[in-house]
C-alpha cells in the first residue's frame, strides 16, 4: 500500500486545518488507515484510525472530540479534519495503513505495516 500525505500548515491556535492521505494499491480497499504524530524530542504516537469500511474510527484522548477521520472511498482518500487546534498538536503528521482492525493501529505502532511521508503541523500561540 502507498500513502501520500497533504494538509499540513501553520495555523493559529483555535484554527483549523485538514489533511488528507492518497491510499493506493492492490490491497487498500482491505487496509485500516491512520494518522500519527510525532513532536520534537517526543515519540511517535497514535492519533485516530478508521476501518477500511470507513465505519470503525479510534481516536487517542488528546484529540477526541477536536479532530475527525474520515474516508472518501471513491477517491482512495481518508481525511483527518483538525478543529481547536492547540500548540501542543505540532508536529509532523504521518499517514499509516495495516492490514488491521482500526482499533489495532491505535493499541500500537507495530501493527502499521506501510508509512507515508509526514506533513508538518505547526500551530501558533
Known amino acids: 500500500v502507498q500513502l501520500q500525505a497533504s494538509g499540513g500548515g501553520l495555523v493559529q491556535a483555535g484554527g483549523s486545518l485538514r489533511l488528507s492521505c492518497a491510499v493506493s494499491g492492490r490491497t487498500s480497499n482491505t487496509y485500516a488507515t491512520g494518522w500519527f504524530r510525532q513532536a520534537p524530542g517526543k515519540e511517535r504516537e497514535f492519533v485516530a484510525s478508521?476501518?477500511?469500511?470507513?465505519?470503525?474510527?479510534s481516536y487517542s484522548d488528546s484529540v477526541k472530540g477536536r479532530f475527525t477521520i474520515s474516508r472518501e472511498s471513491d477517491k482512495n482518500t481518508v481525511y483527518l479534519q483538525m478543529n481547536s487546534l492547540k500548540p501542543e498538536d505540532t508536529a509532523v503528521y504521518y499517514c499509516?495503513?495495516?492490514?488491521?482492525?482500526?482499533?489495532?493501529?491505535?493499541?500500537?505502532?507495530?501493527?502499521?505495516?506501510?508509512w507515508g511521508q509526514g506533513t508538518q503541523v505547526t500551530v501558533s500561540s
Open positions: 478508521i476501518g477500511w469500511s470507513g465505519v470503525t474510527t
Open positions: 499509516a495503513a495495516g492490514p488491521y482492525p482500526a482499533s489495532l493501529l491505535r493499541k500500537s505502532s507495530n501493527y502499521v505495516s506501510d
